[in-house]
C-alpha cells in the first residue's frame, strides 16, 4: 500500500544511547517532515526536508539530526537520548509545499 | 510566531451535530486543514479549505472558514462512534518555504451513547 513507512514503532531507549528513526514514502513526494506529539502540546515540528538534499531545522530541532538518504527516505537520529524525548514521533511527507500531508503511523519512544 | 488555538474536548450525543472550533494567528494562511487521528494512529487529512473560499462540503463534512475574524469551524452532520478521535486543526502560511504545518493542540471528541 502507498503511504509513509516508519520504524520501528516501538522503541525503549536507556539515556544517553543512540538510535535513528527510519522513515521511507513511496509517492515521489519531494518534501518530508519530522514531528513529535506530547500530551497537551499538540504536533511540534522537528526537521523538514524541502526536496532530496535539503534539511532545515523546525521548532525543537535540539538533540535531534536528520538525513534526506534519497528522494524517498528521511531519518531522525538521537544522538544521546535523554527523558525529555520521550515522545511519539511522526513522518510526514507532501508532493510540494501547501498541499496535504500523509503521515505515518509513529513511533512510541521511551527514553528511561 | 504563528498559533493555532482549539477547545481541548468536546463532547456530543451520538446522532447529533459536533462544531469543531479553531482560531489561528497568521493572516496570511493559504490552506487551512483538518486532520483526524484516532487511537494508536497517525495523522488521517479530512478535509482542506483555501483560504480564498468561505465553505467547503464533503459528505457529513463542512468546513466554514471566517477570514475577517481568523476562524475555522469543522462540523461532522449525525456523529457517529466511529467519529470518536483526535482532531486537529492546521494552517499553512505563505511564507517560503516547505517548513511545515502549525498544528493546534487538537480537540478530543468524545461521543455519547
Known amino acids: 500500500n502507498a503511504g509513509v513507512t516508519q520504524t520501528p514503532k516501538f522503541q525503549v531507549l536507556k539515556t544517553g544511547q543512540s538510535m535513528t528513526l527510519q522513515c521511507a514514502q513511496d509517492?515521489?513526494?519531494?518534501?518530508m517532515y519530522w514531528y513529535r506529539q506530547d500530551p497537551g502540546m499538540g504536533l511540534r515540528l522537528i526537521y523538514y526536508?524541502?526536496?532530496?538534499?535539503?534539511?532545515d531545522k523546525g521548532e525543537v530541532p535540539n538533540g535531534y539530526n536528520v538525513s534526506r538518504l534519497n528522494k524517498r527516505e528521511f531519518s531522525l537520529r538521537l544522538e544521546s537520548a535523554a527523558p525529555s524525548q520521550t515522545s511519539v514521533y511522526f513522518c510526514?511527507?507532501?508532493?510540494?509545499?501547501?498541499?496535504?500531508?500523509?503521515f505515518g503511523s509513529g513511533t512510541r519512544l521511551t527514553v528511561v | 510566531g504563528e498559533d493555532v488555538e482549539q477547545s481541548l474536548f468536546l463532547s456530543v450525543r451520538e446522532g447529533d451535530s459536533s462544531v469543531i472550533n479553531c482560531t489561528y494567528t497568521?493572516?496570511?494562511?493559504?490552506?487551512l486543514y483538518w486532520y483526524k487521528q484516532e487511537p494508536g494512529a497517525g495523522l488521517q487529512l479530512l478535509t482542506y479549505?483555501?483560504?480564498?473560499?468561505d465553505m467547503k462540503q464533503d459528505q457529513r463534512l463542512t468546513v466554514l472558514l471566517n477570514k475577517k475574524d481568523k476562524h475555522l469551524s469543522l462540523r461532522i452532520a449525525d456523529t457517529q462512534t466511529g467519529d470518536s478521535a483526535i482532531y486537529f486543526c492546521?494552517?499553512?502560511?505563505?511564507?517560503?518555504?516547505?517548513?511545515?504545518?502549525?498544528f493546534g493542540k487538537g480537540t478530543h471528541l468524545i461521543i455519547q451513547p
Open positions: 509517492m515521489n513526494h519531494n518534501s
Open positions: 497568521d493572516s496570511s494562511s493559504t490552506y
Open positions: 479549505i483555501f483560504s480564498n473560499m
Open positions: 492546521a494552517e499553512m502560511g505563505s511564507g517560503g518555504g516547505a517548513d511545515g504545518l502549525t
Open positions: 526536508s524541502a526536496s532530496e538534499g535539503t534539511t
Open positions: 510526514a511527507s507532501s508532493p510540494n509545499r501547501g498541499q496535504g500531508y500523509t
